[in-house]
Structures are given as structure tokens and as C-alpha cells.
């Protein structure tokens, strides 16, 4: 990576420095998000022993024990930070448990044929990184597309995806949003009146991810002291 390209990384629009700064600055309020993150995710179950993490970054929201299973862990992240900072918080546990990892400093959706190609056996998880798709491009079209042929790239797979389906600036005086479970492919309106808190939501452009009838989950992240955001979880395969 060039000099240049490498200061880039640092201040990605949803990553390096200012989401690291971010996340230790305020994942001290996110116990509930992780708490439903990680329930979520052990009730994946696939016989994979591999695993595809796209996205991952550090690894903030991420269950340390549930990476343990695992054999081989290959990580996708543009981030410089990520692998250092990643280290830091699962190296312990992951090493306790033999778990080997590799990293590539790549552009996981740009490249996700040849990274499926090259590891065919592996499980995949998009850790947080397709409601963050229309914020890098910066089109609806292009995001749209992009999002939209996941499920026959993947088709076949074990995989899974948390990621941002709506988010609006919140204040403490509103009410808490709701967590529910839904079927099938449901429009942004429709998840904003489950969620329990109107307003108007910024869309991600989520809600075509999936194959029909993929059950999944919402719940809420304060990312912030007056950012929401609503996660959309779900897992196809296993």
C-alpha cells in the first residue's frame, strides 16, 4: 500500500481513526447492542470450520468467544488499524483456542468473487459493511446494484450479514426502539413503524439483501449519544 493510499485508509468515510476514536469513546453504552449481536450470532449454525469476516475492523461489537469455534479466520478490511487493533482485543482468546488468522488489506465487495473463489469452504459474515455501502459510493444506482446481487454471488453458501438498515439523529427524551423479528423482505417504512419511533430515517438501502423468507432480526444501536441506528441481522445456509 502507498504512502498516500495508506493515510486515506486512516480517515475512511465509515472507518479508521474517527471510527476507532468513536468506538472507544462511546462502546460503553453499546452493552445492549452487543448483547443482541452475540445471541444473534450463536443462533447461526452452519458445520463450517473456516469463516470469511468482511468488514470486521477491530472487532468492537464482536463476541470474542464466539470466534473461538473457528480454524482459520481470514479477514477482509481496508483499515491499517484493524489487525493491530483486532489483536489487541481477541488475540488472547484466539490464541487460547488455536485459531489461525490471515488479513488482506483489500475492498471486500469490490473483490468478493475472487476472495469466494479462493476459499470455497468458508462460512461468510459481512461484519456491519452493507449499510455502509451508499456512504462510500455515494449512489443510489451503484449501492443498489452492488447490494442487490449478494444473493446469487452467494447462493450456496453458509452466510450472514448485520449491517445499518435505518438511522436518524435521536435524543434521550424519545422513546426506546423496539427489537422485533420479521420475514420475507419488508420496506424501510415498514421496519420504522416496528421499531416504535417515527421521524424521519435515513435509509441504507438494506432491505433487498436477502433471498425471500430469510428470517431477521432488529434491534437498536445508540452508536453515538444522539446518532440511532436500527441493525438488520440475518443468515442464509447452515
Known sequence: MSRDAFQRSLFLPSGGLVWHARALRFRSGWKDYMLALA??????????KDLLLLGPSAGWCLDPRWLTPYRTLVAVDLDPLAPVLFRLRHGLEMHKHQV?????AIDALENLEMLLHRHPSHAVLFCNLLGQHIVHSKSV????????????????????????????????????????????????????ERAGVSGTWEEHLTTDVFPAGVRKHYFPW????????????????G
Do not use: Y
Open 141 to 192: 444506482e451503484r449501492t443498489m446494484t452492488v447490494l442487490g446481487r449478494l444473493k446469487h454471488q452467494l447462493r450456496g453458501r453458509a452466510w450472514a450479514s448485520f449491517h445499518d438498515c435505518l438511522s436518524r439523529p435521536w435524543t434521550r427524551a424519545e422513546s426506546w426502539p423496539s427489537a422485533f423479528v420479521l420475514e420475507g423482505n419488508h420496506g424501510s417504512l415498514d421496519i420504522a
Open 39 to 48: 445471541n444473534w450470532l450463536q443462533s447461526w449454525q452452519h458445520d463450517r
Open 222 to 237: 445508540l452508536i453515538t449519544s444522539s446518532r440511532m441506528h436500527i441493525i438488520e441481522a440475518g443468515a442464509v445456509g
Open 100 to 104: 489461525r488468522m490471515q488479513w488482506h
